[in-house]
């Protein structure tokens, strides 16, 4: 069999660290927020542009929460020790989420459907990662001839 050669030292290739991967997931998260937001403003209602908005920064708040709390839960398994994550910190996310968003639609500040997209700005974000890694594999693919 042929060995195949390392692709430029594996300097250009993209990071594959957590740390990398959750900041690129956050940051993309906010550009699709802000973009969404910016674009609503001058052609939709204000209640649509608040619902992206609020939507937007749960999400955000979401993502920032998930996370902390599993990296806290890990580092506590990782040292021996039984994690203190709960289910109900879990649960607890969604009912803050879900609060916040049915006081905003009763008070009658946002539309819940651009709410909901709002919270679907996640998904634009594994989106934009998962087209940047196919990027990536196909401009750094090692040669196999």
């Known amino acids: 069999m042929k060995d195949t ?59 920032h929460w998930l996370s902390s709390s599993t990296a806290a839960a890990f580092s506590v398994v990782a040292h021996g020790e039984k994690p203190k994550l709960k289910l109900v910190q879990y649960i607890l996310r969604y009912l803050v989420v879900g609060a916040v968003v049915f006081l905003a639609y009763k008070l009658n500040l946002v539309s819940i459907g651009a709410t909901i997209a709002g919270l679907c700005s996640f998904v634009v974000a594994l989106f934009v990662e998962a087209l940047r890694e196919f990027y990536f594999a196909i401009v750094h693919r090692e040669e196999t001839s």
């Open 5 to 63: 050669v390392d692709n430029a030292g594996g300097a250009a290739a993209p990071s594959a660290g957590k740390d990398g991967i959750s900041r690129r997931i956050l940051r993309s998260m906010a550009v699709a927020v802000t973009v969404a937001v910016i674009v609503s403003a001058p052609f939709a209602q204000w209640r649509i542009t608040a619902g992206l908005l609020l939507g937007g920064l749960l999400s955000l708040l979401n993502h």
